[in-house]
């Protein structure tokens, strides 16, 4: 049997060639195509074959807005979903820990897996696509009429690509791979590694920028993504959202989690 090589498999070449696209043209997804996508993330690995979890498609131009999701002519959500599992055990006379922190895991770890396979799916079929990082504060109780025990895990923007990206760097293996055992790097390393992730900030900014950034303290790429992107008021913003909408949901977080702090 002729095993396909690395350079021709469709599905590595796919993986390797991701981008994330963030203007699309107008043009509606068709039916079949969408149906073939999400039976594609149905087909993700799933704990216990269970599926923990729920895909909400949303088209609807409004909900898009709202989710700050409105560049792309559709989405799909994620959700952690214990409900309808635990409604099926309960008709038959059995009950589930629907609430458990685990249980939340679990269905964060099963609805990721799903969202990627959509992802990687309809990159195969010519559409672009890009996660939306502010999910998780969304409240989709009022936004999508979910039930208990229903959470947001995470959203992705799909359509057809209007621009054509070039694919962002990475770091290197070495960065981010182990092997047995925790390998702690050296300080020469991390800097090493996040310069070649990185272009030079002297050289790779506007002499204008620069001196805008650094008149409010930011001189370097760590302080911009620190201090200007993922401010310390941002992520309590987000992260108390995230704990209004698992509390709401029902999931029973550790006691410290409960009242109104983490």
Same mark, same amino acid.
């Given at each position: 049997?002729?095993?396909?090589?690395?350079?021709? &498999? *469709?599905? +590595?070449?796919?993986?390797?060639?991701?981008?994330?696209?963030?203007?699309?043209?107008?043009?509606?997804?068709?039916?079949?195509? /969408?149906?073939?996508?999400?039976?594609?993330?149905?087909?993700?690995?799933?704990?216990?074959?269970?599926?923990?979890?729920?895909?909400?498609?949303?088209?609807?131009?409004?909900?898009?807005?709202? !989710? &700050?999701?409105?560049?792309?002519? /559709?989405?799909?959500?994620?959700?952690?979903?214990?409900?309808?599992?635990?409604?099926? %055990?309960?008709?038959?006379?059995?009950?589930?820990?629907?609430?458990? /922190?685990?249980?939340? %895991?679990?269905?964060?770890?099963?609805?990721?897996?799903?969202?990627? &396979?959509?992802?990687?799916?309809?990159?195969?079929?010519?559409?672009?696509?890009?996660?939306?990082?502010?999910?998780?504060?969304?409240?989709?109780?009022?936004?999508?009429?979910?039930?208990?025990?229903?959470?947001?895990?995470?959203?992705? /923007? +799909?359509?057809?690509?209007?621009?054509?990206?070039?694919?962002?760097?990475? !770091?290197?293996? #070495?960065?981010?791979?182990?092997?047995?055992?925790?390998?702690?790097?050296?300080?020469?390393?991390?800097?090493?590694?996040?310069?070649?992730?990185?272009?030079?900030? #002297?050289?790779?900014?506007?002499?204008?920028?620069?001196?805008?950034?650094?008149?409010?303290?930011?001189?370097?790429?760590?302080?911009?993504?620190?201090?200007?992107?993922? *401010?310390?008021?941002?992520?309590?913003?987000?992260?108390?959202? +995230?704990?209004?909408? +698992?509390?709401?949901?029902? %999931?029973?977080?550790?006691?410290?989690?409960?009242?109104?702090?983490?």
């Amino acid at each position: 049997m002729h095993e396909p090589s690395a350079e021709t &498999n *469709t599905v +590595l070449q796919t993986l390797l060639n991701h981008r994330s696209i963030r203007e699309y043209r107008p043009d509606p997804i068709p039916d079949d195509v /969408l149906h073939r996508i999400l039976e594609a993330g149905v087909r993700a690995p799933t704990a216990g074959g269970l599926q923990h979890y729920s895909l909400m498609v949303i088209d609807d131009t409004a909900r898009l807005r709202s !989710l &700050n999701a409105d560049a792309a002519p /559709l989405a799909v959500m994620a959700l952690v979903d214990t409900y309808r599992l635990g409604r099926w %055990f309960q008709r038959h006379g059995v009950s589930l820990m629907r609430d458990e /922190l685990v249980s939340l %895991f679990i269905g964060f770890t099963d609805a990721l897996l799903a969202l990627q &396979n959509v992802c990687i799916a309809a990159e195969g079929l010519g559409l672009g696509t890009c996660y939306q990082g502010t999910v998780l504060s969304a409240d989709t109780r009022s936004l999508l009429g979910t039930p208990e025990y229903v959470a947001p895990a995470g959203l992705l /923007l +799909l359509g057809y690509p209007a621009e054509a990206p070039g694919s962002s760097p990475r !770091l290197p293996l #070495e960065a981010v791979v182990h092997r047995n055992s925790y390998q702690v790097p050296s300080d020469e390393e991390i800097d090493q590694w996040y310069a070649e992730r990185y272009p030079d900030w #002297e050289t790779g900014r506007d002499p204008e920028v620069r001196e805008r950034l650094a008149a409010v303290g930011i001189e370097n790429w760590a302080q911009w993504i620190a201090l200007g992107q993922f *401010t310390r008021e941002s992520l309590e913003i987000e992260s108390m959202g +995230l704990l209004d909408n +698992l509390r709401s949901a029902g %999931f029973r977080l550790p006691a410290p989690w409960r009242g109104g702090e983490p």
